[in-house]
T-cell receptor, first 116, second 114 residues
Framework: GESVGLHLPTLSVQEGDNSIINCAYS??????FIWYKQESGKGPQFIID?????DKRQGQRVTVLLNKTVKHLSLQIAATQPGDSAVYFC???????????????FGSGTRLQVQP | NAGVTQTPKFQVLKTGQSMTLQCAQD?????MSWYRQDPGMGLRLIHY???????DQGEVPNGYNVSRSTTEDFPLRLLSAAPSQTSVYFC?????????????FGPGTRLTVT
């Protein structure tokens, strides 16, 4: 499989522990945020999203927290499993009123390694 | 549904050659986009389309052309390949629904330009 990022920051956790992956975003006008998971050789896969009018959203084993004051986003994975090993990207969306553009700006990613 | 499909999966070009990366989706999505992914970096937007007949530039459009003649297809053309275009290319689509921003990604095309 390919390497999606040779010099990515890496978070190494033990199986069963909780993981927290952080992301700083730059545009205070961003109105929507997504976390994607990318396994080697595959395209990004949706994990969870959150709108700018929320500060927390929970899914199955995952929670996203949004702090608009400091422009920070985090992804918490509970009871991390070996299958969670991947690169995780946060992405933000800004929808300019004049273009209707709907495209995401991605962060550079964090590699999560789960030790058995 | 096949979702978003891309062809080819791998391609090697010589500098100066041209080619088209194919992307198709069967979800009747209005929005489609092309990204490139380089090692150590996130995905960067090349071009996007908000519907058939409408395209616009993203962050890194130079050296690439797109067209959108149908809702389903959004090909990406490299006009004269350069080594700097060696990358993995992802196509994505998104519905036009007001509350849906999620983008669905294809499996990617790995392009090497020598």
């Amino acid at each position: 499989g390919e390497s999606v990022g040779l010099h990515l920051p890496t978070l190494s956790v033990q199986e069963g522990d909780n993981s927290i992956i952080n992301c700083a975003y730059s545009n205070s006008a961003s109105d929507y945020f997504i976390w994607y998971k990318q396994e080697s050789g595959k395209g990004p896969q949706f994990i969870i999203d959150i709108r700018s009018n929320m500060d927390k959203r929970q899914g199955q084993r995952v929670t996203v927290l949004l702090n608009k004051t400091v422009k920070h986003l985090s992804l918490q994975i509970a009871a991390t499993q070996p299958g969670d090993s991947a690169v995780y990207f946060c992405a933000e969306n800004v929808t300019p009123m004049d273009t209707g553009r709907r495209a995401l700006t991605f962060g550079s990613g964090t590699r999560l390694q789960v030790q058995p | 549904n096949a979702g978003v499909t891309q062809t080819p999966k791998f391609q090697v070009l010589k500098t100066g050659q041209s080619m088209t990366l194919q992307c198709a989706q069967d979800m009747n999505h209005e929005y489609m986009s092309w990204y490139r992914q380089d090692p150590g970096m996130g995905l960067r937007l090349i071009h996007y389309s908000v519907g058939a007949g409408i395209t616009d530039q993203g962050e890194v459009p130079n050296g690439y052309n797109v067209s959108r003649s149908t809702t389903e297809d959004f090909p990406l053309r490299l006009l004269s390949a350069a080594p700097s275009q060696t990358s993995v290319y992802f196509c994505a689509s998104s519905s036009g629904l007001a509350h849906s921003y999620e983008q669905y990604f294809g499996p990617g095309t790995r392009l090497t330009v020598t």
